[in-house]
């Protein structure tokens, strides 16, 4: 069971240490169109994707997807080659049927566009997998001064890590990956209908939040106490009924990486999305074969992760946020203002009824 602290903050404030670096991600809406790259490749047996498009703009909605491209994953030590299947416009995918991730390997990826433009990112080392330990939750309520000089009061879900960190030498950089997943759980709504079900859907997360941790430039044997991952907490919203689950990806990453999401980073502002077009001063590890010159956007990582999980019900959380009585009506009391989706869970975006193992 998840230990709740809850305290209370005059002010909001940005806090960056030297060796730890949370931050949020602006992207620019001044860019011409560009090429942009992104995908991942690890020691999980899961499938990996792999997006390609171009932008004119700095905002994700300005995506224009790469279609009829092909793609390859190569495992550089033993010369193994697996291609890329079409998920859906410019998203390609391998399930790792051929090439499994595995540490202290070499990987990269080769690409040809339909136009012939032919592509690779740069050789890249599979790093170590550095476990963490534990997850947990805080719920922070947070005063914020308007520019009218009102003050209001925020609450937010917070989550941290604790993780004991190598000892034998410093060369380790992690970074933080967080998704959310939530059930939800149907009322009655007539007596000759269904019995009520249970929805399993991934829940609306931050996309700016992002944590890295750099091991040369952190002296210790554990890190205590690493926010991860704040949440606003609304109270109209349809994710606390039932569990409402925070899934941490610990992910070991190479020092190149590192020094993208890290510039990342500095040339950002606090609004934005990590997800958008990266800006044109930083490029990634990919580059034209034939014109080097040729500025690419995105990147293709190795990650080794260790997940974490916790989680948060309704129960836990302040008497303030009811949020059965907010969102749901009583069985057959309803007025025009209910919500159709407690009757019908899956008409929330994302739903399944398939639930997850591990829930």
């Given at each position: 069971m998840n230990k709740i602290k809850i305290t209370l903050l005059t002010f909001l404030f940005l806090g960056i240490n030297s060796c730890i670096d949370p931050f949020t991600l602006n992207l620019e809406n001044n860019q011409q169109a560009a090429l942009v790259i992104y995908g991942d490749f690890s020691t999980d047996k899961?499938?990996?994707?792999?997006?390609?498009?171009?932008?004119d703009?700095?905002?994700?909605?300005?995506?224009?997807?790469?279609?009829?491209?092909?793609?390859?994953l190569v495992a550089d030590d033993t010369g193994e080659r697996e291609d890329y299947q079409?998920?859906?416009?410019?998203?390609?995918?391998?399930?790792?049927?051929?090439i499994s991730g595995a540490t202290g390997s070499q990987y990269h990826i080769e690409i040809c566009l339909p136009n012939g433009n032919k592509y690779q990112s740069r050789p890249a080392t599979m790093p170590r997998k550095i476990r963490g330990d534990s997850a947990f939750i805080q719920i922070n309520a947070v005063e914020e001064?308007?520019?009218?000089?009102?003050?209001?009061?925020?609450s937010f879900l917070e989550v941290f890590v604790d993780s004991p960190l190598p000892t034998d030498n410093n060369d380790y950089w992690l970074k933080y990956d967080v998704t959310t997943l939530y059930s939800f759980f149907e009322i009655i709504c007539s007596p000759l209908g269904p019995p009520p079900d249970i929805c399993f859907i991934p829940g609306r997360n931050d996309p700016q939040?992002?944590?890295?941790?750099?091991?040369?430039r952190f002296n210790g044997s554990r890190l205590e106490n690493f926010k991860v991952n704040q949440k606003r907490l609304l109270p109209d919203n349809f994710e606390y009924r039932g569990r409402h689950y925070f899934l941490v990806n610990q992910q070991s990453i190479t020092e190149d990486a590192f020094d993208y999401w890290d510039k990342l980073n500095r040339v950002?502002?606090?609004t934005g999305s990590i997800f958008d077009a990266p800006?044109?001063?930083?490029?990634?590890?990919?580059?034209?074969?034939?014109?080097?010159?040729?500025?690419?956007l995105g990147y293709f990582e190795l990650t080794n992760t260790d997940s974490l999980r916790t989680f948060i019900t309704e129960g836990e959380i302040f008497q303030d946020y009811q949020f059965t009585t907010l969102?749901?009506?009583?069985?057959?009391?309803?007025?025009?203002?209910?919500?159709?989706?407690?009757?019908?869970?899956?008409?929330?975006?994302?739903a399944t009824l398939e639930r997850p193992s591990w829930f």
């Open positions: 899961r499938a990996h994707q792999l997006e390609i498009y171009t932008t703009s700095q905002i994700i909605r300005n995506k224009q997807p790469i279609t009829g491209a092909t793609a390859t079409v998920v859906s416009a410019g998203v390609y995918e391998v399930n790792g049927s051929t001064l308007l520019v009218t000089g009102a003050i209001t009061t925020k939040q992002i944590s890295l941790v750099n091991g040369q950002a502002n606090q800006p044109a001063g930083v490029p990634g590890n990919i580059y034209n074969v034939n014109d080097p010159a040729e500025t690419v969102v749901c009506p009583s069985p057959f009391r309803f007025n025009n203002q209910f919500f159709r989706e407690c009757c019908n869970c899956e008409l929330i975006e994302g």
